[in-house]
């Protein structure tokens, strides 16, 4: 089993920042991909952006430009950069953590809310 234990969250005005981090522990061996997702009130949960171990990325459209999703492989930690934030930024947010498409495991969540 993989713990995923995320921190960083909180509430920011708009064109601020925050950094998330995500620990992964247990049976961390064989990740392969990690990343974020967020979901805000009344929507489904969105992929906000992953990252390889290899260091390949991937963005929501939305997102690019503004947030940098990078890892420590040697700690199996993932980090995201949050700047510029806006409103619509505002849900929680969670860490995933990836060894194959039948293989997935979730953070806990953190709240990310930016004010106007």
């Known amino acids: 089993q993989v713990r995923l234990v995320e921190s960083g969250g909180g509430l920011v005005q708009a064109g601020g920042s925050l950094r998330l981090s995500c620990a992964a522990s247990g049976s961390s061996f064989g990740i392969n991909t990690m990343g974020w997702y967020r979901q805000a009130p009344g929507k489904q949960r969105e992929l906000v952006a992953t990252?390889?171990?290899?260091?390949?990325?991937n963005y929501l459209d939305s997102v690019a430009g503004r947030f940098t999703i990078t890892i420590n492989t040697a700690k199996n930690t993932v980090y995201l950069q949050m700047n510029s934030l806006k409103p619509e930024d505002t849900a929680v947010y969670y860490c995933?953590?990836?060894?194959?498409?039948?293989?997935?495991?979730w953070g806990q969540g953190t709240q990310v809310t930016v004010s106007s």
């Open positions: 990252i390889s171990t290899s260091g390949r990325t």
């Open positions: 995933n953590a990836q060894k194959s498409a039948s293989l997935r495991y």
